[in-house]
T-cell receptor
Framework: DGGITQSPKYLFRKEGQNVTLSCEQN?????MYWYRQDPGQGLRLIYY???????QKGDIAEGYSVSREKKESFPLTVTSAQKNPTAFYLC?????????????FGDGTRLSIL | DAKTTQPTSMDCAEGRAANLPCNHS???????VYWYRQIHSQGPQYIIH???NNETNEMASLIITEDRKSSTLILPHATLRDTAVYYC????????????????FGQGTILTVHP
């Protein structure tokens, strides 16, 4: 089945540690996104990528980094500079940014601080 | 992207139709209406989207008013598994836009389906 796979489902970070969240899609989508969701709140955009080897900052990019070396993969690194990393992280993809086709989401990674 | 207004919560009896309203009075011509739902601790699930015509798929129907200032998502026969937070989102589509395709989720409507 085609879809978006996020791993791990749960992740714990120690102080001063960088952690990387995985996002893989087999939908042949060009565009991929990372969102953050805090309890009781909507999603906020961290980074997005329109195509391989390209990515742009979203609304809350500070303390995060991404790469897009392959079309299928868009990993997110939460660095030690992100002072409040505890949240639910969601990866999404769509055919193209300018398309009206919907974004499809993975099942998320819940990150907590030890 | 235009803002949307939804009721905070709604109830529906199992087997009955659930009608979820959404106001988007400042919607512009190149903005589509999308509906998603989110069950606790899962990623948002796409339901349906439309521009100005009514749309139907295997999950739901979307009714958009002629002036496009509001819409209604209809779940024709609600089940207990339809209990979720439902989000109505308006998104600009097309080259030259500044939203780069991001989805702006509001607070949504908590739909509770009861036996």
């Amino acid at each position: 089945d085609g879809g978006i796979t996020q791993s791990p489902k749960y992740l714990f970070r120690k102080e001063g540690q960088n952690v990387t969240l995985s996002c893989e899609q087999n939908l042949n989508h060009d565009a991929m996104y990372w969102y953050r969701q805090d309890p009781g709140q909507g999603l906020r955009l961290i980074y997005y990528s329109q195509i391989v080897n390209d990515f742009q900052k979203g609304d809350i990019a500070e303390g995060y980094s991404v790469s897009r070396e392959k079309k299928e993969s868009f990993p997110l690194t939460v660095t030690s500079a992100q002072k409040n990393p505890t949240a639910f992280y969601l990866c999404a993809s769509t055919a193209r940014v300018v398309s009206n086709q919907p974004q499809h989401f993975g099942d998320g990674t819940r990150l907590s601080i030890l | 992207d235009a803002k949307t207004t939804q009721p905070t919560s709604m109830d529906c009896a199992e087997g009955r139709a659930a009608n979820l309203p959404c106001n988007h009075s400042t919607i512009s011509g190149n903005e589509y209406v999308y509906w998603y739902r989110q069950i606790h601790s899962q990623g948002p699930q796409y339901i349906i989207h439309g521009l100005k015509n009514n749309e139907t798929n295997e999950m739901a129907s979307l009714i958009i008013t002629e002036d496009r200032k509001s819409s209604t998502l209809i779940l024709p026969h609600a089940t207990l598994r339809d209990t979720a937070v439902y989000y109505c989102i308006v998104r600009e589509v097309g080259a030259g836009g500044t939203s780069y395709g991001k989805l702006t989720f509001g607070q949504g409507t908590i739909l509770t389906v009861h036996p």
